[in-house]
């Protein structure tokens, strides 16, 4: 249970919490912008100090299959002592820019920490493919967010080699699936050779080293900073932690180490001579993950943290000597101008003492000067690489150009360098610099501090002995002695022919071939897309006239049906105003009936009233008078005559017929 909330703290700290920050950093005030990279700089701290405590980190799965396709992060045995220098470089580093950098650059410098420390901890090659490229991104914009010319094409550069590289692991991560059918980063199965040339363009493999001599001094100069302490890095925890043992990746270290150094000493640029170097010091830590003895993957990853320090201090220093005086050129510096122009100039090294103190540090550090971290890793690596032939002899002669080299950079940039001050560096990049340079020094005084963090728990308790420090001093010597020789030259600079160089000699044949090969298969791609469109254009000709065909005769048949419809709808009308007259005249000849028998009604009313009134009246009347009279009369059917009737007996006689005759009719 501690493991697993001890990774929670990283991934919830270390690589979400930063990108949580960046809305304020963009859009918020100056004091909210100092106050969240000031609250960014103490987590990253804290967490650098919580890695050297904690025992163990554990694993987490954030959500989905543990195998296929999982946000999931775990631990690695590589994985903590490279986050240390992440966590630790990066709190130094956002100190450093607090004031110089802007919103954006800061933002993304965020992104960039928080993908680099989401590669260390990935649990399978789809995270890391995720963080892998968004560290690409972010460091590329870096570069770009300076908006000059130079910047831009130098981004853009920058940009299409990680891309490349990207693609090319993201082939090998499919083939590897299909053999295997997980995502668990292990070591590949299968497509060995994209994942050597992928992770190659990271780690500035030879030839594909290029961008980093363009793109690191194209940036602003604290972005330079973030730059020189991730991207590289990364590249060689990838092949440290992926990649099996391989002699090409040892010799390729070698190789890098040698030409790295070679380039910077014959360059006068000094961000330019420091990227240089950082080819030459990530030579010494892929010789030492390709050689991957348990020795030699210790001083290799010890080695990624301590350059991570003292080549953040350098570009440190260089950035503050630029943002002073404006210039980071070596000849501008010892160029001697008119007197009165000399006059207003101060030495580097008087006006900004701290910034040139840095700058001393970092170059002991960096040539593997006893009581300095570099002496330490380097230490490592040279017993690791004993008797390992040329590449151990490539490493001995890269160590005497670095001495050579800084020996350059420190005496013509600060001890001689002269400059009219123009800004004085802020706050925080001192303390950034005293900072930085403090660590280099702790880490090489009392390297047991980092013990607990080195993968196979190689000693350096012992490495201060008198054997150690002399072949050492040995090498520096060397490289001083180096110097002096070539001080003249050095300074007056040496410029070499055009073809001298690897984009000359190989990209520039190699783009034009495959310039020539793209407008070729162009070309046919091309004439296939037109007779293709010739033939579709034809067919769809054919069908077009079918489909007017069709549409004419549907168009005949729907004004056909239309005209039919109109007669049968004029047809309708007629027979309609038809039954409208038939229903008017039988409802006129309905009413006149209705009104004649109505009429009808009211007369036979009429009629039975008078009958009725005439008949209570014959009754009263035979009731009455002739009562007595007609008891006398005595009735004999046979004497029945007509004499016996009388009128009165006639009308009677005659409506009784007349109602039997109405009764009988309607009755029925």
């Known amino acids: 249970m501690c493991g697993v909330i001890s990774i929670e703290i990283f991934v919830m700290v270390g690589i979400i919490l930063p990108l949580t920050l960046i809305p304020g950093v963009l859009f918020g005030p100056k004091w909210l912008r100092y106050l969240l990279i000031l609250g960014a700089v103490g987590v990253l701290f804290y967490l650098a100090y919580f890695d050297l405590t904690v025992r163990e980190l554990g694993a987490i799965v954030l959500f989905g299959d543990a195998v296929l396709a999982p946000i999931s992060f775990s631990t690695h045995d590589y994985s903590r002592i490279v986050v240390f220098g992440f966590t630790l470089v990066g709190s130094l580093v956002l100190l450093y820019g607090l004031q110089l950098s802007r919103p954006s650059e800061q933002a993304v410098a965020l992104v960039a920490l928080s993908s680099a420390i989401g590669i260390v901890f990935s649990n399978n090659f789809i995270v890391l493919f995720i963080f892998w490229e968004m560290l690409t991104l972010a460091t590329a914009g870096l570069i770009l967010l300076r908006k000059t010319p130079e910047a831009i094409m130098a981004g853009l550069y920058f940009l299409s080699f990680h891309l490349a590289g990207g693609l090319i692991v993201l082939l090998g991560i499919l083939l590897h699936y299909q053999e295997t059918g997980s995502f668990i980063l292990t070591e590949p199965s299968a497509g060995l050779i994209f994942f050597i040339i992928g992770f190659g363009f990271k780690a500035a493999f030879l030839p594909f080293h290029l961008w980093v001599a363009r793109g690191y001094p194209s940036a602003n100069f604290p972005s330079s900073v973030i730059l020189a302490g991730l991207t590289t890095k990364i590249g060689v925890y990838a092949i440290a932690r992926i990649l099996p043992p391989s002699e090409i990746i040892l010799f390729m270290g070698a190789a890098m180490a040698v030409m790295g150094v070679t380039m910077a000493m014959l360059q006068h640029n000094m961000r330019r001579l420091l990227s240089y170097h950082i080819i030459s010091q990530v030579g010494y830590m892929v010789a030492g993950v390709g050689l991957a003895t348990q020795l030699a993957v210790d001083g290799a990853l010890l080695h990624v943290v301590n350059h991570m320090l003292y080549k953040a201090l350098l570009f440190m220093s260089v950035g503050a000597v630029l943002y002073a005086t404006q210039t980071e050129d070596l000849h501008d510096l010892t160029h001697e101008d008119s007197e009165e122009e000399e006059k207003q100039k101060k030495s580097i090294w008087k006006a900004m003492p701290l910034v040139t103190i840095g700058a001393i540090v970092g170059a002991l550090a960096i040539s593997g000067f006893p009581l300095f971290n570099g002496y330490v890793s380097k230490y490592l690596l040279k017993y690791a690489m004993y008797g390992m032939g040329p590449a151990e002899i490539m490493l001995m002669i890269a160590s005497i150009g670095t001495a050579a080299s800084f020996c350059k950079l420190i005496g013509f940039g600060f001890i001689n360098g002269r400059a009219r001050i123009i800004n004085k560096p802020p706050l925080s990049s001192h303390l950034a610099i005293a900072g930085t340079a403090a660590f280099c020094i702790i880490l090489g005084v009392y390297p047991q501090m980092i013990s607990p963090l ?33 001080a003249a030259i050095l300074k007056r600079g040496i410029h070499l022919p055009p073809w001298v160089s690897v984009e000359y000699l190989i990209f520039n044949p190699l783009g034009k071939v495959l310039f020539n090969r793209f407008c070729q298969y162009g070309t046919a791609l091309d004439t296939s897309v037109d007779d293709f469109y010739m033939k579709t254009g034809k067919n769809m000709y054919q069908f077009c006239q079918y489909i007017t065909t069709i549409d004419k005769s549907i168009d005949r048949a729907l004004e056909k049906s239309a005209e039919t419809g109109r007669e049968l709808a004029e047809r309708s009308r007629y027979l309609d105003e038809a039954i409208d007259e038939g229903y008017s005249r039988t409802g006129n000849a309905a009413r006149n009936f209705a009104s004649r028998s109505k009429d009808f009604d009211q007369s036979l009313d ?7 009134e005439a008949m209570r009246r014959l009754a009263q009347g035979a009731r009455g008078g002739d009562y007595e009279r007609k008891r006398r009369i005595r009735f004999n059917p046979v004497e029945w005559t007509t004499k016996n009737l009388n009128f009165d007996a006639l009308i009677l006689f005659l409506l009784l017929g007349a109602l039997l005759v109405i009764i009988f009719y309607f009755g029925l």
């Open 454 to 486: 080195i993968p196979y728990a190689s000693s350096v308790v012992g490495i201060y002995s008198v054997d150690g420090i002399w072949g050492a001093l040995r090498l520096i010597i060397a490289g001083l002695l180096l110097f002096l020789n070539l």
């Open 606 to 612: 009429e009629s039975y009233e008078q009958t009725g």
